[in-house]
């Protein structure tokens, strides 16, 4: 593991730059595997569906590459030892990909927004518009991939699959106000819809391609995906960071 698993400390080494790759094929044990295989198979096959099998590759690889990346830059929270520990695993492959699908309902969304906005208006929004919901998406993505390291480190801490999925379908079905404006959803349905990034996302998405007003102002909606990046990163990042210390008995790290 030690030869293959991707160590931070080697990241400025470019004849060791294969281990982003050959780390996203090992892991620690049957239950690892299963895990990430698991959710790979699920979520994989809609995602590749889309995409095609040669996108789809190219996903999972940058997605792992991004994962190796974003492990590095936090990696000070674990300490200095935490630089020279191998970490193993297809979990940040398989997170963007969780990502990926996530996102999906909200891009395909964006056409019948595109066609209402035509019938409505008689023509097609400018191209600032498109710009615009182009980068909204963009950091609504990004803001989900981390939400998909946690919902992954929850499914190999806690290995409860039912329970997690029934929480992560209730709040990304109904309370982003994809089906019901915010402004009609009872207050505390409201709140718990204003902290998921897909909310902000959505309600961009309609106001750059219809405009329609958005609930906060569209400076604030913007700022707030990107601490959505930084906070739920955060938060994967320590998710990480516990699953690695449990592994650590063994001298691995859980990626």
Known sequence: ?????????????PSQWYRV???????????????????LCVFGRAVESILG????????????????????AF????GLSAYTVPAIGASGAISGILGAYLARATLFGI??????????????????????????LFLTFLALCQIGVIMSSAILLFKDVSAVMSI???LFQIATGMFVPLQFMPDPL?????????THGIDLSRHFIMGTSTVW?????????????????LLAKAAIFHLERKAKKEGLALA
């Not at 593991?1 to 080494?13: E, T």
């Not at 099998?53 to 590095?72: D, E, M, P, Q, V």
Request: neutral net charge; aromatic residues 18%; glycine residues 8%.
């Open 1 to 13: 593991m030690s030869l293959c698993g991707f160590i931070p400390s080697l990241v400025g080494n």
């Open 21 to 39: 790759f050959t780390s996203m094929f090992l892991h620690a044990d049957f239950f690892h595997i299963l895990f990430n295989m698991y959710f």
């Open 53 to 72: 099998k040669s996108r789809f590759l190219l996903l999972y690889l940058a997605a792992g590459i991004f994962a190796s990346i974003f492990h590095t």
């Open 75 to 78: 990696s000070f929270i674990g």
């Open 111 to 136: 056409i019948p927004m595109f066609a209402t906005a035509f019938i409505l208006l008689g023509s097609f929004p400018p191209v600032s518009a498109f710009l615009m919901t182009c980068i909204t």
């Open 168 to 170: 992560l379908n209730f």
């Open 190 to 198: 409201r709140i718990l819809a204003f902290l998921i990034p897909l």
């Open 217 to 233: 102002p569209m400076e604030v909606e913007l700022g707030m995906l990107l601490a959505f990046i930084l906070g739920f990163g």
